[in-house]
């Protein structure tokens, strides 16, 4: 399976932004898929993860309400839509896929990373 991140840019505070994550290759053995991101200096965090059957999702906490991630089937690709963005959500974002179930807020529990997009938040 190769995902590949984009959607990343430069943007205000109180603005928004819409990453995708393309998936190939054998995508139907992907579990669920979910969202991370990095900012300098700090561990990968979980942001969202959605399910393939079913499409149940689960968010952080810093980003609930605000975040919403989605799937397309048919284009086998997965989005997180970011409203009402700040500072603090500034990092590398990273979509990642897994092919059983876990502790989905974890990043050991992922089989396969994209490659990041960077979102900056200014304020």
């Known amino acids: 399976v190769q995902l590949q991140a984009s959607g990343g840019g430069l943007v205000q505070a109180g603005g928004s932004l819409k990453l995708s ?10 579990y669920v898929m979910g969202w ?23 968010y952080a906490d810093s980003v609930k309400g605000r975040f919403t991630i989605s799937r397309d089937d048919a284009k086998n690709t997965v989005y997180l839509q970011m409203n ?6 500034t990092a590398v974002y990273y979509c990642a896929g897994a092919v059983r179930s876990g ?3 974890t990043a050991g529990t992922y089989d396969y990373w994209g490659q990041g997009t960077q979102v900056t938040v200014s304020s």
């Open 36 to 58: 991370f991101r990095q900012a300098p200096g700090k561990e990968r965090e979980f942001v969202a993860v959605i399910a393939r059957s079913g499409g149940a999702t689960n």
């Open 84 to 89: 009402s963005l700040k500072p603090e959500d």
């Open 21 to 30: 994550c393309a998936a190939s290759g054998r995508t139907f053995s992907l």
């Open 103 to 105: 502790y989905y807020y």
